[in-house]
């Protein structure tokens, strides 16, 4: 988050009094059920509300005395169980997003959100508030308790605890074991990540011939039963770092088994095949004029589609006026691209970008992306301060968005912006803001007193 010159703003652990008299909302007496939890990823060091499973949660940040953690504060329909279910299912899907483990060591709650303090003065990474701009939030029970498992997995400080909760994964996902044996068998060579390949050669180098029916027996069954061979003996150090090279294997599978079994993406998939930056416009286009668009084909004569409004915001900026509530003023498919044109309804701002739908793309250049029109009116001496303001703030690493004026539904979202060979002179960015600013009080001075 910056501040309005465009500087950043410091993060750090605060008081709990100066955080909790900042945000009102949390002084209200009601029914609150607070979930104290131990992440083992950065934490906010400040309030803040999400939208889950249509209710509202609280982020309690890290303070200076007290644990971190979430909460609701329960309406009087709903149970305390429910309250709690919803809180976890909410750090399930926390802990998906940011491949980390979140214990919960503590439940509280009463009148205030109350939290337990915290003996520990360090050991905690803090952030920004979360992004929660695609928040998934599964409504059937499998995947709910696949996020569940791998929540808990991450937790664990326990190698063969661990090994087994991600093992539950891959029984969730595929009930019947030879569905299961034959997914395994065929994703295993496949896998990458930390350790994977240390735990292949590890279990070659023990004469294992077949290595999912390895981990099976010596893993699975060796922690999960007491009878038969073998078994796990928690005072053999060995069995715990065989376990622990092993380990791996297993996560990965049900991260794995995640993704292609319940459909729900990793951040580093996500990252990698980019679908945010189309989602939401594929549903207002429509699969016929997409498959022209993909193919570079002409679409039909007849295609009609209904462009919405749009607001083009940066995250965690405060909106931009002439960016708000742009309408279509045209769309034209070049090759297999579409080029995509919103301006205001006075016709003094316009935006341009492409829609590369065979590439899964968003393009849009902010050199060559936004167009004005000075009519000497005040309205456009507004638009170039908000102007400058959205090309100070996207230099600075902006995150564009793209919301359906209508709907409120996200279209479009891109990665931070980089620049890229170049510096960007803050302090001449603020001077243009500044600038534009005087010629907008001096205008309205002008109309005030005419001559």
């Known amino acids: 988050m910056r501040d309005e010159m465009g500087l950043p703003l410091p993060i750090e652990r605060l008081p709990k009094k100066a955080v909790y008299e900042a945000v009102p909302e949390l002084l209200k007496r009601g029914q609150w059920i607070c979930l104290n939890i ?82 520990k003065k360090s050991g905690f990474a803090i ?21 569940a498992l791998v929540r808990e997995a991450r937790s664990l400080n326990h190698h063969g605890y661990a090994f087994l909760s991600y093992w539950r994964v891959l029984e969730l996902a595929f009930p019947k074991a030879a569905d299961r044996v034959s997914w395994m068998n065929a994703t295993l060579p496949t896998l990458k990540g930390t350790g994977v390949q240390e735990a292949k050669d590890s279990i070659a180098a023990e004469g294992a011939e077949d290595t999912c029916a390895h981990l099976f027996a010596s893993g699975r069954c060796a922690i999960a039963h007491a009878t038969g061979k073998p078994v796990i003996n928690p005072d053999d150090p060995r069995d715990a770092s065989r376990l622990y090279r092993e380990l791996p294997l297993v996560r990965e599978m049900a991260i794995r088994a995640v993704e292609e079994r319940f459909g729900i993406a990793t951040p580093m998939t ?13 549903k207002v286009l429509g699969e016929p004029l997409l498959a022209a668009v993909t193919t570079g084909t002409e679409p039909k004569a007849d295609q009609v589609v209904d462009l919405p409004p749009i607001h083009v915001r940066l995250r965690t900026s405060p909106p931009y006026g002439p960016f708000e509530g742009m309408v279509p003023k045209g769309i034209e498919q070049q090759g297999r691209e579409l080029l995509m044109v919103y301006g205001t309804e006075d016709g003094l701002v316009e935006i341009r970008f492409r ?97």
């Open 355 to 451: 829609l590369a739908p065979a590439e899964e793309r968003l393009k849009f250049d902010i050199f060559d992306g936004i167009y004005g029109r000075d009519d000497g009116s005040v309205a456009a001496a507004e638009y170039k301060q908000e102007t400058q303001r959205f090309f100070r703030d996207y230099m600075l690493n902006g995150e564009l968005q793209m919301w359906n004026a209508d709907s409120g539904a996200l279209l479009s979202r891109l990665d931070a912006y980089v620049p890229l060979n170049m510096m960007v002179d803050l302090e001449a960015c603020n001077a243009n803001i500044a600038a534009a600013r005087e010629e907008v009080e001096r205008r309205r001075a002008e109309s005030v007193c005419p001559g």
């Open 38 to 119: 131990e992440p083992s990823c950065a934490w906010p060091t400040r309030p803040q509300t999400v939208e889950f499973g249509g209710y509202t949660l609280w982020i309690i940040p890290l303070t200076q005395e007290d644990h971190p953690g979430v909460a609701i504060n329960r309406p009087p329909d709903m149970s305390q169980e429910d309250a709690e279910s919803l809180l976890y299912r909410f750090l399930s899907v926390v802990a998906w997003r940011h491949g980390a483990g979140i214990a919960v060591p503590y439940r509280t709650g009463g009148g205030m959100p109350y939290m337990m303090a915290l003996d």
């Open 270 to 282: 996500e990252y990698q095949q980019h679908l945010y930056e189309l989602r939401g416009w594929k």
């Open 127 to 147: 952030r920004e508030p979360f992004d929660f701009t695609e928040l998934i939030c599964p409504e059937e029970e499998e995947p709910r308790i696949a996020l």
